[in-house]
């Protein structure tokens, strides 16, 4: 089980991101609590393209500070690196991972209650802010992505709060289970099948397993991770 964290909690306004003209929200810094959070997240944050960040089910984005060792050992010294929200997180944390952590684990913090509703996959953005071409994809290759919560109950933290995991619905499904279905075995219909069945996993997600159980292949990737010209 999941033992309890306290976060480093961040946000960002949307501002400009590298030199093509696009903008985006990706750049957060630390803020000092209490934090409200909604349906739609902390109170503060923002999304540029709401179609693929932020909502109901991408409310909060968990990276763990754990792998920012591994990132310094395949891509060397990155400024970026040097604090918590390299990847856009909200949260930042120590001691929880994607090996660790489950779909629908319900989590606590403060008067909010948090649900793990699906992992992240990693846009070009990641690229544009790292000045990389290959960040998108490696850290969808290397399962380092985070996850998102959806809001079950909005509330209020304090910093002297943490992270404190309440219920586990599936405990066969950690969230490295799914993202090696999506990216690495992604020819296992059958636990692909049983990915769109999991009740607490986000719609597009469960949608998404079963477009590929019916088409027999994997999805195109290439213009979430490329960015745009």
């Given amino acids: 089980m999941l033992i309890p964290v306290s976060p480093i909690v961040l946000c960002g306004r949307v501002q400009p991101l590298g030199g093509r003209g696009h903008v985006s929200g990706i750049a957060k810094a630390q803020t000092e609590g209490p934090w409200r959070i909604t349906r739609s997240g902390l109170v503060g944050d923002e999304q540029a393209d709401l179609k693929h ?8 984005h968990h990276y763990a500070r754990d792998h920012y060792d591994a990132w310094r050992g395949e891509i ?8 918590p929200g390299a990847f856009g997180e909200n949260f930042s944390t120590t001691g929880w991972t994607e090996d660790t952590v489950h779909i629908g684990d319900v989590v606590r913090f403060g008067t909010v209650v948090l649900q793990v509703s699906q992992g992240r996959q990693p846009c070009w953005k990641l690229n544009a802010r790292f000045g990389r071409d290959d960040i998108a994809s490696r850290t969808q290759l290397s399962g380092r992505t985070g996850w998102y919560y959806r809001v079950l109950e909005e509330g209020s ?3 002297s709060d943490q992270l404190v995991l309440a219920e586990r619905p599936r405990p066969d499904w950690p969230l490295s289970r799914l993202i090696a279905l999506l990216y690495r075995n992604r020819e296992c219909y059958g636990e692909l099948q049983d990915m769109s069945e999991l009740t ?4 597009g997600w469960r949608a998404l397993a079963a477009r590929r159980v019916q088409a027999r292949r994997t999805e195109d990737w290439s ?3 490329n960015e745009p010209r």
């Fill in 76 to 83: 060397g010294r990155h400024e970026l690196l040097n604090a």
């Fill in 223 to 225: 213009a979430r991770l």
């Fill in 200 to 203: 607490e996993l986000a719609d």
């Fill in 157 to 159: 933290a304090e910093p």
């Fill in 53 to 60: 960040h932020g909502g109901l089910e991408k409310a909060v």
